[in-house]
T-cell receptor, first 116, second 115 residues
Framework: EPEVTQTPSHQVTQMGQEVILRCVPI?????FYWYRQILGQKVEFLVS????????KSEIFDDQFSVERPDGSNFTLKIRSTKLEDSAMYFC??????????????FGPGTRLTVL | GDSVTQMEGPVTLSEEAFLTINCTYT??????LFWYVQYPGEGLQLLLK?????DKGSNKGFEATYRKETTSFHLEKGSVQVSDSAVYFC??????????????FGTGTQLKVEL
């Protein structure tokens, strides 16, 4: 069964460093998402991506964040200069693009980012 | 903006007990409602959904009814099993189709089922 994969499962970094979180969505899906969950808090939407551009982003997704689909299979989230408050579990999701009805978002297992 | 509130956990039950996890929402339009489940070490999986008022979503013995009058979508199961131990997330989407379709989640409720 196709699934969304994410690497690494756990990333530890120093404050101010750049990190790239990687996701491989399901191969025929067209819509891609990043969410995050700070420990003990809600899962929060960060950004959605379609047709090689951002379709929607939240207030959290400021200039320090960027997304890219560099090679048609990977979908990456880059944080340019990490802050302590970026420590969270980051989830990638993908969705098919069939017209009409609801298309389920399929989630990866998450990457736990720890900023020291 | 849209928001989802669900009961805090952990919820600890004995096997075969009845489960209710409460979820209420605030939305400006007519959202679709979902329950996602996360088993240890895995990603979020869609458990069930309802796209309009009075719809009942059901899967694996779990049920939830979209109640517009009370803005609720409570999750129920008549007889839980140890294998149901997981974290359950209530969520809404403000559009069924379209480029965004972002999900707004509650905080999650951890369920522990004991023998």
């Amino acid at each position: 069964e196709p699934e969304v994969t994410q690497t690494p499962s756990h990333q530890v970094t120093q404050m101010g460093q750049e990190v790239i979180l990687r996701c491989v969505p399901i191969s025929n899906h067209l819509y891609f998402y990043w969410y995050r969950q700070i420990l003990g808090q809600k899962v929060e939407f960060l950004v959605s991506f379609y047709n090689n551009e951002i379709s929607e982003k939240s207030e959290i997704f400021d200039d320090q964040f960027s997304v890219e689909r560099p090679d048609g299979s990977n979908f990456t989230l880059k944080i340019r200069s990490t802050k302590l408050e970026d420590s969270a579990m980051y989830f990638c999701a993908s969705r098919g693009g069939l017209a009409g009805g609801y298309n389920e978002q399929f989630f990866g297992p998450g990457t736990r980012l720890t900023v020291l | 903006g849209d928001s989802v509130t669900q009961m805090e956990g952990p919820v600890t039950l004995s096997e075969e007990a009845f489960l209710t996890i409460n979820c209420t929402y605030t939305a400006t339009g007519y959202p679709s409602l979902f329950w996602y489940v996360q088993y240890p070490g895995e990603g979020l999986q869609l458990l069930l959904k309802a796209t309009k008022a009075d719809d009942k979503g059901s899967n694996k013995g779990f049920e939830a009814t979209y109640r517009k009058e009370t803005t609720s979508f409570h999750l129920e199961k008549g007889s839980v099993q140890v294998s149901d131990s997981a974290v359950y997330f209530c969520a809404l989407s403000d559009r069924i189709t379209g480029g965004g379709n972002k999900l707004t989640f509650g905080t999650g409720t951890q369920l522990k089922v004991e023998l």
